[in-house]
């Protein structure tokens, strides 16, 4: 596997680990086709595909008969993809649009259909996403009680222009003002860029890579955080996560809880801190629209690898160009059972759905039926006299209310 990196390993390291000693990984920061061509690797894999150097060397595996993939780095997000001058709206390459190697790793379902849309619905394969893999294999944080530690954070890139950071820096400046008049709310800041220094907090943000953010989560009861990949781990761990967002872009990744205006943030502080069952399923559904989970994604990113080197493989021995079918992974969901929310949670005002007793619930279930037979029984005995007496009654009651008001 030709690996073209300079950064980002954290994507692709787990799927390494998984293959073992099935495969050799080779890690190329230069990024000469040449180069490249000459090790004759089975596969060329990537994580993004912006930058030119990587696309020359996609160009050139393909030529070659070379397959190439390429994995999605985190959550679609509206302003990088149409708002970020770096890319498509300031004249550089689009992201995704198309996707220039032969497949790419989606993290969830809810990408691959994005991404699909872009032109590329032979190349998306739902895996997703290996750099989360250490959530599954950590031991899961027990849920905390409704509690008052609230964790509010930024993604790596606050804004990708100055107006955008400043519209930011903005939204977390009413935050921490509304977050100070609560004591009882204690706040754990975990800031990217110069953010903590302008708002006067103290960060707590060490490294963006490793297991810190997932040690966080398990002391909170919740988090707030701009459009993030991160949101996705808040949800993992089972918290309540609000997107705070003053952009009023298009969300590829809905929340239950979203604070877009000043007025917002009260509610759903005060809502986080005892969050309700039905939008913690909510949550859940999200998730796993997001997100291919609760199992690991580097073995089904690994089957991907392993069956495109050996289409290719194939191919060439029969002297033909490689063809890559669309769907090569089978896309599996969690059971109903993993995901049902209990009635009783979601509905708490209700009292039938608190009686767990079956002998209790048949005996009134046979009442309400008895009654309803008898009920029905009695409408359809009922003629043409009965409602017509009925209409009646209804006239001379309408009669005597005007009556009385004209008295009156």
């Known amino acids: 596997m030709w690996c073209l990196l300079r950064d980002q390993f954290a994507h692709v390291n787990p799927v390494e680990e998984f293959l073992g000693d099935r495969a050799e990984f080779i890690h190329d920061s230069s990024w000469e086709p040449r180069r490249m061509l000459s090790a004759s690797p089975d596969l060329v894999l990537c994580v993004n595909d912006v930058h030119y150097g990587v696309a020359r060397c996609l160009d050139a595996a393909r030529t070659a008969g070379i397959p190439s993939l390429v994995m999605q780095d985190g959550i679609l997000e509206w302003r990088c993809q149409y708002e970020n001058p770096r890319l498509g709206a300031g004249g550089g390459a689009p992201q995704h649009q198309p996707v220039l190697a032969d497949k790419i790793a989606c993290i969830g379902p809810s990408s691959a259909r994005h991404i699909a ?72 800041w975990r800031l990217t860029k110069d953010l903590s220094r302008q708002l006067g907090v103290e960060n707590q943000l060490k490294s963006l890579e490793g297991s810190e953010l997932a040690d966080l989560l398990a002391q909170v009861d919740g988090m707030i955080t701009t459009p993030s990949t991160a949101m996705l781990e808040g949800m993992i761990v089972d918290r309540p996560v609000a997107c705070l967002d003053y952009h009023n872009a298009p969300r590829f990744v809905p929340t239950a809880w979203t604070i877009s205006a000043p007025t917002h943030i009260a509610g759903v502080v005060t809502e986080m801190m005892a969050p309700p069952a039905a939008k913690m399923a909510f949550q859940r559904e999200c998730l796993l629209d997001c997100l291919s989970w609760p199992s690991p994604a580097s073995p089904r990113v690994a089957e991907l690898i392993v069956g495109m080197a050996a289409a290719a493989r194939d191919a060439r021995r029969q002297g033909h160009r490689p063809h890559l079918p669309a769907g090569m992974l089978v896309l599996t969901h969690p059971t109903s059972e993993e995901r049902l929310a209990p009635l009783a949670e979601v509905y708490p005002g209700s009292k039938v759905f608190q009686d767990n007793d079956i002998q209790s619930l048949q005996s009134r279930l046979a009442r309400a039926e008895n009654e309803n037979l008898c009920l029905t029984r009695q409408q359809s005995q009922r003629g043409i006299g009965y409602w017509i007496q009925l209409a009646g009654r209804e006239t001379a009651r309408r009669l005597k209310t005007r009556q009385l008001g004209a008295e009156q």
């Open 117 to 188: 849309s872009w032109g590329n619905v032979s190349k998306v394969e739902v895996t997703g996403m290996p750099r989360l893999d250490y959530l599954l294999r950590r031991e899961r944080p027990p849920k905390r009680r409704p509690g008052s530690r609230l964790l509010v954070m930024t993604a790596k890139k606050p804004g990708f222009t100055e107006h955008q950071t400043r519209l930011t820096l903005g939204s977390l400046s009413g935050l921490k003002e509304y977050l100070l008049s609560h004591a009882e709310i204690e706040v754990v």
